[in-house]
């Protein structure tokens, strides 16, 4: 038996629980390449703002 690490990445917004990750092993800095794509930001001082925050103005 193996394990994986799974990154995910958590949204930083006010009272979000929302998060996201990649089906496969991966890095954070992966994780937001291929999330940017979806709508998730990484704002100075590594914040990460999901599309529903972002689109809420919470940035």
Known sequence: MSADTYTAINCDGPDCDNAT???IPSTATQVRAVRKADGWH???????ICPDCWTAGHR
């Open 21 to 23: 990750h990649l089906p």
């Open 42 to 48: 990484t704002r100075p001082g590594g914040r990460d």
